[in-house]
C-alpha cells in the first residue's frame, strides 16, 4: 500500500509540476508569437502574403471570400463594410478611418499593396475603390498591371510577390511614385 501512495503522488506532483509548466512558460510563449505574428500582419512589409492563396477566386462576386480576403490585409481593423458594383468589375472597400490620423506614406503603402493583393487573388476585378471618411482612392487593375511588369496571377508566387511588389515598397520616394502612378482620383 506503501509503494502505491507514494506512485499517486509522484504523479500528482508531476501533474502539478507539467501544468505549471504549460501554463507558465509554454502558453505565454505561443501567445507572444501570436500576438507578435497579428502585428506583422499590419504592416504591407512584414505581412504573410501566402497565407492569402486561400482566398484566390476567378470572381470578385463571391461577397464572402472578397470579405475574407481584405480581412486578412493591412488595415482591417478599420474596415467597414464593403459595395460590389458587378457591372464594372469594381469593388468598394469602406474603410472607418479619417486618413488625417494616418502617416501618409504608411497609407499610401497600405493601399497598393492591398490594391495589388486583391487583384492578384480575384481575377476579373478591374477596379477598387477605398472609401475613407474624408476622401477615397481608385486604383486600376491595368495601372497595377503596369506598375509590375507582370502578368498580376503570376504574382501569386511568394517570392516574386517579394520581389515585384514588397521590395519596391520600402522606400517612401518609390511608395509616393508608385501611388501616383496607380491611383486614379
Known amino acids: 500500500m506503501r509503494g502505491k501512495n507514494i506512485w499517486i503522488i509522484a504523479l500528482v506532483v508531476l501533474g502539478v509540476v507539467g501544468l505549471v509548466f504549460v501554463e507558465g512558460y509554454v502558453n505565454p510563449k505561443i501567445e507572444a508569437k501570436q500576438a507578435q505574428y497579428e502585428e506583422e500582419q499590419q504592416n504591407p512589409l512584414t ?14 462576386g463571391n461577397h464572402s471570400n472578397l470579405s475574407h480576403l481584405n480581412q486578412a490585409l493591412p ?13 464594372t468589375f469594381t469593388v468598394q472597400v469602406n474603410y472607418s478611418l479619417d486618413t488625417r490620423e494616418m502617416d501618409a506614406e504608411e497609407l499610401e503603402r497600405i493601399l497598393v499593396y492591398n490594391a495589388v493583393a486583391n487583384f492578384v487573388m480575384i481575377d476579373n ?7 475613407f471618411e474624408n476622401t477615397s482612392h481608385t ?5 497595377a498591371q503596369q506598375w509590375t511588369g ?12 517579394n520581389s515585384t ?20 482620383n
Open 139 to 143: 486604383l486600376r487593375r491595368e495601372s
Open 75 to 87: 488595415l482591417r481593423e478599420r474596415l467597414n463594410g464593403y459595395q460590389l458594383y458587378p457591372e
Open 165 to 184: 511588389v514588397r521590395e519596391k515598397l520600402v522606400e517612401p520616394t518609390q511608395v509616393k511614385e508608385i501611388f501616383s502612378q496607380i491611383v486614379d
Open 150 to 161: 507582370t502578368e498580376l496571377k503570376d504574382l501569386q508566387n511568394p517570392n516574386l510577390w
Open 47 to 60: 505581412h504573410d502574403f501566402a497565407a492569402l492563396v486561400k482566398y484566390r477566386s476567378p470572381y470578385m
Open 125 to 131: 476585378l478591374e477596379q477598387i475603390v477605398y472609401q
